[in-house]
């Protein structure tokens, strides 16, 4: 997509759903002999979290597979809607749209894998990872120069605030909230 399209694209976003496992994460899973799972998520999403509720821009969170880390770190981020053990994502996307009386065009989507690209083909915005399935980068708008796992979530808030000419509002007035 060229510049002028993605910005076209990018000004019209009013949500971000994104998958867990390979977005947020690096896409591993710990479990121990035990059975405890373990992920690891990246600090700066919550930045990215922080900035996106400052800009009215509310994120969701569609994964395929049910984790208690995931519900845990989504409610720690006071994310409102995530959505767990879930393959037909499109259902949940539908469910979103509603709830926000949202069209395609306004919602951006992140997602690494197969189960991510119904989505994908529908929403305004379809991003990706670089270590993402080939299909995924084919249909993605742009792909990340992060990798899961390494702030995705931070680096694609950023660029959306960047793009609608809101960064630096958006910046001062958590700035002025928070400190």
Known sequence: MNQNNLKTSIDKIKLLISDVDGVLTDGKILVSSSGY????????????????????IPIALISGRYSKTTEIRAKELNIKHCFQDTLNKTKKLHELMEIYSLNYDQIAYI????????????VGLPITVPNANDLNKKHAAFITNKL???????EVVEKILMYQDRYDKVLDMMKKDKF
Not at 37 to 56: I, M, P, Q, R
Not at 111 to 122: A, H, Q, R, T
């Open 148 to 154: 899961g796992g390494q702030g995705v979530l931070l």
């Open 111 to 122: 997602g690494d894998s197969l189960v991510d690209l119904p989505v994908m083909k529908l």
């Open 37 to 56: 799972e373990s992920k690891f998520f990246n600090v700066e999403d919550g930045t990215a979290v922080a900035l996106a509720n400052y800009a009215n």
